[in-house]
């Protein structure tokens, strides 16, 4: 058609204009049309849709009729029937449709959005990679160190806990005792060294749970890790055998 390129986004006049005459040629071809008769009918068109971007209705009317005569020479009783049928269904029926968009640009909507672009990490070496037996074994022993050091800051967090209670405590007894209005004597002194030697025994025991605690945690997670079924490939798991019997 000598047609230049456009962008069927941006020219929606044009794609529009194209998609139609497209529709008509095709529909030329599965009636059965000759090429011949099918070149006539695809010109024909382009004169209508000429027509209507140019006047009214019944200037369209008017260019069909005059050529008329000459399309029925051309394609036939049968033929012409069918590509009248084709024109009054479709361009004479939505003419105003046709006109408005053949004739009126649509007001350009073009998104401007930022879009920050990463690039993707470099992939590993194929030497480097590992056997599927290999890697589920080493993520599931690192999922264990990893519990098992939760455990341990979990642990340490706890009895320091224990030992700010504890002296809170003490300096609470201490400051009830200087606060009270009767003299202390032998009786009550012995009785606010009793509290506070208690309330050492006390955070004593609670840390030494904890110590307790905590050996049987950790041999917990070393029993967890010999447990894991170890590819052969890498060899035997050393354990501390003291540390396992302990």
């Known amino acids: 058609m000598g047609w230049k390129p456009f962008d069927e986004e941006e020219d929606m006049q044009t794609s529009v204009y194209l998609e139609y005459l497209y529709d008509c040629f095709m529909f030329a071809v599965e009636r059965g049309f000759t090429w011949d008769q099918v070149c006539v009918v695809f010109k024909h068109t382009d004169e209508l849709l000429q027509q209507i971007k140019d006047g009214d209705m019944m200037d369209c009317l008017k260019v069909f009729k005059l050529n008329s005569f000459e399309l ?34 649509r007001e350009s909507q073009t998104p401007q959005l930022l879009l920050s672009v990463e690039a993707p ?26 519990k098992e050091a939760e455990r341990a800051n979990e642990r340490v967090s706890e009895k320091e806990k224990i030992v700010q209670e504890a002296e809170m405590k003490k300096q609470k007894k201490l400051e009830e005792a200087v606060n009270k209005e009767q003299k202390l004597n032998k009786e ?59």
Do not use: C
């Open 188 to 246: 009550s002194v012995a009785k606010i060294i009793q509290e506070v030697l208690g309330s050492y025994t006390t955070t004593t025991l609670d840390k030494l749970k904890k110590d307790i605690e905590g050996i049987q945690e950790d041999l917990h997670f070393k029993l967890e890790k010999t447990s894991l079924p170890r590819p052969q490939a890498l060899g035997k798991l050393i354990m501390n055998t003291f540390m396992l019997t302990k």
């Open 72 to 105: 029925a020479s051309i394609l036939g009783e049968r033929n012409f029937k069918i590509y009248a049928d084709f024109v009054f269904s479709t361009i004479m029926r939505h003419f105003r449709l046709i006109k408005l968009v053949l004739t009126q640009k």
């Open 121 to 146: 990490v470099p992939p590993e070496q194929l030497k480097s990679g590992k056997e599927l037996a290999h890697w589920e074994y080493q993520t599931k022993y690192e999922d264990i160190q990893r």
